[in-house]
């Protein structure tokens, strides 16, 4: 059977032209086609990023200005259909990634009788840096006390639905998901395409569950960035780990497989969690400066901490003998700080986002948090905990979506996404 069966629907195994990668094991090692890596922090000719490497890209790819995320249940009891659809997606991906329709024939095809295999919306566009990114949920392995694909004993013990926070106010149908995919771009349309292309070649295996629009980037993921302002108006991700930090990467943000035996194939991965907070922007803005910036710990013009310097300064806590400490105790910047967590930091890659309003007439605005993360008890839930009791911004925050997902590491050579797992 061709790329479409009689009926013009994508067919399971063709979809792309015959042209999926190989299901073998790992080949070629861990380097992408060209031979760099997908984590690079210079972009390819045209505003492109390699898709395969030894991490995925868009975790430390310089962070783009638009991102798309969405979340997918998985509605087929095949193994085989998920092992295709990865594979199908990881040829697709892969040429839009390149600035290419996601199927060889393309949005105008050699069929006009059919369906085009491509939608189109995209084909005039540059790649414009789009970089895919591929997480598993808890619930692709085990749901209801079912192993559903034959993967639980590969779950690792980390990847557990998060707990609920006390300022947690969750909507069911923002949460959870048995697959994600981050698209980021510097084109919102690149990324709408994207995802509505996996989505259209996943029907019949895949769901969509929901998915977040963002704009504006609140975090910078390679020192050549400036840092971006947040819809409080305050400069967000200052301390954020970037691309060149090794070091940091390796303790922070890629797994180590002791840690998990049963997290073998999450070797050079991550945990992606997800977080949709709206932000009571309407009261923020009503309050003083003064009380802005005690509540953040940082100046609102150029982002020093209360104790002086410059925004890239080292915040001083210390503050002997007074009541009135120039960074307050329930600070977001003080709880949040490594000194005060066990050194534990994160990679942030976090977008706002504008819903229209709400029925009061507020804007249903806020911040769509994103962090890439080792551990998801040491880096993630400890100090959720933590905000969620002290921190004096939490009453302006409202989590309405909630999500974790296991990263696989990057796509080898001849490989598809989840090899590691699923090959």
């Given at each position: ?15 792309l032209?015959?042209?999926?990668v ?26 492109r ?25 998985v ?49 005039d ?108 108006g ?90 009135s ?26 977008y ?16 769509f ?7 998801p008890?040491t ?30 590491p ?14």
């Amino acid at each position: 059977m061709g790329a479409e069966d009689a009926g013009g629907r994508w067919s399971r195994r063709g979809m792309l032209g015959g042209t999926v990668v190989a299901a073998g094991g790992l080949v070629g090692g861990l380097g992408s086609a060209d031979g760099s890596a997908s984590g690079s922090s210079t972009p390819r000719p045209g505003g492109r990023y390699p898709f395969r490497g030894a991490h995925q890209a868009g975790i430390v790819t310089p962070a783009q200005d638009r991102m798309y995320f969405a979340s997918f249940d998985v509605i087929t009891k095949q193994r085989r259909d998920l092992v295709w659809l990865m594979k199908d997606w990881t040829t697709a991906a892969e040429r839009m990634t390149r600035g290419q329709d996601a199927a060889p024939q393309g949005a105008f095809g050699s069929r006009p009788d059919l369906p085009p295999l491509d939608t189109g919306e995209a084909a005039d566009l540059p790649p414009s840096g789009l970089t895919l990114t591929f997480g598993f949920g808890p619930t692709l392995f085990t749901k209801d006390g079912a192993d559903r694909f034959g993967l639980a004993s590969h779950q690792p013990g980390l990847l557990q639905p998060l707990p609920a926070f006390s300022s947690d106010e969750l909507d069911r149908r923002r949460c959870g998901g048995d697959l994600c995919v981050q698209a980021c771009a510097d084109d919102p349309q690149v990324a709408l395409h994207a995802v509505r292309m996996l989505a259209r070649i996943g029907s019949g295996v895949v769901r969509l569950r929901w998915s977040q629009v963002g704009f504006g980037r609140t975090s910078s993921t390679d020192q050549a960035q400036a840092t971006p302002r947040n819809l409080f108006g305050f400069k967000d991700g200052t301390a954020n780990i970037r691309a060149e930090d090794r070091a940091g990467l390796d303790t922070h943000v890629w797994v180590d497989t002791d840690d998990d035996p049963a997290a073998s194939w999450l070797g050079g991965g991550t945990y992606l969690v997800a977080r949709r907070t709206s932000m009571d922007i309407e009261g923020w803005d009503d309050q003083s400066l003064i009380e802005q910036e005690s509540q953040v710990g940082r100046d609102k013009r150029f982002g020093a901490p209360l104790s002086g310097g410059e925004e890239n300064s080292a915040p001083d806590f210390e503050d002997p003998g007074s009541s009135s400490p120039l960074i307050p105790h329930n600070s977001h910047l003080r709880l949040m700080h490594p000194d005060f967590n066990g050194g534990a930091r994160m990679l942030r890659r976090g977008y706002s986002f504008l819903d229209g309003n709400d029925a009061r007439g507020r804007l249903d605005a806020g911040l769509f948090f994103i962090a890439f993360i080792r551990n998801p008890e040491t880096h993630f839930i400890a100090l959720q905990r933590v905000m969620d009791r002290h921190d004096a911004m939490a009453q302006w925050l409202r989590v309405n979506g909630s999500a974790l997902f296991a990263v696989p590491p990057g796509i080898a050579k001849d490989g598809f996404i989840g090899q590691t797992l699923l090959g």
